[in-house]
């Protein structure tokens, strides 16, 4: 079953979807198998990370961006060489197990959309296999 969601981020963000994530599993019937959550862009990613402490998601965006700066050499002619950059070293795609009906995550652990070059409206896909 795949499920699509949309959402409008601003110019960069960790968008906790865990919520969307949980829902689509419930509504699949799916209590055993796998369930894969895709973001179809690629100046976007999905991750999983710490939920419980929102300055996590400051640190990680601090990182990438000290990791991956906007510098003047990139040729890229829409200027988002350093988003693409982040999407590729964050993924495109998560995999999580589904046990119980539920998502098999750590006491801390939610799953984020991350946007890299923003503001857009965006997808993302979660597909559930059981």
Not at 21 to 31: F, Y
Not at 33 to 55: F, K, L, Q, R
Not at 62 to 73: A, I, M, S, V, Y
Request: net charge negative.
């Amino acid at each position: 079953m795949l499920f699509e969601f949309s959402l409008n981020t601003p110019a960069e963000a960790m968008v906790n979807i865990t919520t969307e994530v949980r829902h689509a599993i419930k509504e699949s019937g799916v209590n055993e198998g796998i369930c894969v959550v895709y973001c179809p862009h690629t100046t976007a990613g999905i991750t999983i990370n710490e939920n419980a402490d929102p300055d996590v998601v400051k640190d990680m965006l601090l990182g990438l961006n000290k990791t991956f700066p906007d510098l003047p050499e990139f040729r890229h002619a829409e200027g988002n060489s350093a988003a693409h950059l982040k999407s590729t070293c964050v993924g495109a795609e998560k995999s999580i197990i589904i046990s119980k009906g539920k998502p098999v995550l750590g006491t801390w652990q939610g799953i984020y959309f991350c946007e890299f070059d923003g503001p857009r409206t965006r997808k993302f896909y979660v597909k559930i296999l059981g």
